[in-house]
């Protein structure tokens, strides 16, 4: 029905929006990182002392960085697993791979908003995405989780499955009609500002 009525593809449940934390991932952080720490240190022209140091010192803020909070779409909760803002808090919790789990039933949402802002550039070498948000605000608070890039694969028939359960959605930017036919939010929101 999803597919008859928003006119793209079903997605299954559960469904994973944004990057779970993978070996492969951590393994590629870290290799990086030894290249540039190579690089550094002169591939070892300098004291192994230094190579090493500036390795560790470096992994523990890069690998932070390069991880992100991400949720997951189950079929009758959403599961939200964010990383401390701290950076060594981040850092040991990617270590023993265990984010902060929270669970958000769909009967404990009063609304959900969807809200995209333009982002100011602040250079020609500035990839940062826009803020695209679903908040979620319930009885004791509020929700704020990153849409990924691909909205389109999920967003829809996922804003659909919430008024199917009763919550009440806002879309006062109508990025969901955005969605379905195919336009290109970032196209769409820098040329109307």
């Not at 990182?33 to 992994?59: A, E, K, N, R």
């Not at 009967?107 to 979620?136: A, E, G, H, M």
């Not at 605000?137 to 389109?152: F, M, R």
Request: with cysteine.
């Amino acid at each position: 029905m999803d597919e008859l009525v928003r006119g793209s593809a079903f997605f299954p449940k559960p469904y994973v929006v944004g990057r779970r934390l993978s070996f492969g991932r951590l393994l590629g952080l870290g290799l990086f990182w030894l290249f540039v720490c190579l690089l550094f240190t002169g591939f070892g022209y300098q004291p192994w002392w230094l190579f090493l140091s500036l390795y560790i010192v470096g992994l523990i803020v890069v690998v932070p960085v390069g991880i992100n909070s991400y949720w997951v779409i189950q079929p009758a909760t959403i599961e939200l697993h964010t990383y401390a803002a701290s950076t060594l808090t981040k850092f040991r919790q990617i270590v023993l791979n265990c984010p902060r789990c929270q669970l958000i039933h769909y009967t404990d949402l009063q609304r959900v908003t969807i809200s995209y802002r333009c982002r100011k550039l602040l250079s020609p070498f500035d990839f940062n995405p826009d803020y695209f948000q679903l908040i979620l605000k319930t009885n004791a608070q509020t929700y704020p989780l990153e849409c990924a890039l691909k909205a389109s694969d999920y967003l829809p028939q996922f804003v659909s499955y919430l008024q199917r359960q009763g919550v009440t959605v806002d879309d006062p930017q109508q990025v969901v009609e955005l969605l379905v036919s195919g336009k290109s939010l970032y196209q769409h929101f820098h040329t109307e500002t």
